[in-house]
């Protein structure tokens, strides 16, 4: 069973922050990528410069949990055997051990592959920046820019 997203967490959060805060939250095109299920994570710019223009903008980094295929054998298993994983309810999953684990496995697999081998913020800066400009979005050098802002 392949999963629809909804977003629903992520759009409630961007709701609350637009209508309590006034403050504009924009994806770039990664979002596209992530629906399409190409990336476990998207990219959107935090517009703090819509308050005052003497702020710069942050940056969200949105990273979703999804089995893309490249997974480790183990989380394979399991979500063979569990199907609608990793999207099992959370009070199911927490009482089993191996459900965590491959939670666990899911997430360290996911963080290693948008990270790639960086030895600094520096490196995971470039290497997300080198994500982004090799994707037909075009968005790389931007995303680099704010980025180096933070």
């Not at 309590?20 to 990336?39: A, H, Q, V």
């Not at 800066?125 to 180096?148: F, I, K, M, Q």
Request: aromatic share 6%.
């Amino acid at each position: 069973m392949r999963s629809r997203f909804t977003y629903e967490d992520l759009g409630n959060a961007l709701r609350k922050i637009r209508i309590d805060l006034k403050i504009p939250i924009e994806f770039d095109e990664s979002l596209n990528l992530l629906r399409d299920r190409k990336t476990r994570f998207a990219v959107a710019t935090i517009r703090y410069s819509a308050l005052d223009e003497a702020l710069k903008d942050g940056i969200l980094l949105y990273i979703k949990p999804i089995m893309l295929g490249n997974e480790p054998p183990d989380v394979t298993a399991y979500q063979a055997a569990n199907e609608t994983f990793p999207h099992q309810s959370n009070q199911r999953s927490m009482v089993r051990r191996i459900a965590n684990e491959s939670y666990r496995m899911l997430g360290v697999h996911t963080v290693n592959e948008i990270c790639g081998p960086w030895d600094s913020l520096s490196g995971l800066l470039d290497h997300l920046c080198a994500v982004h400009r090799s994707e037909p979005s075009g968005r790389g050098a931007s995303v680099g820019t704010a980025l180096r802002v933070l």
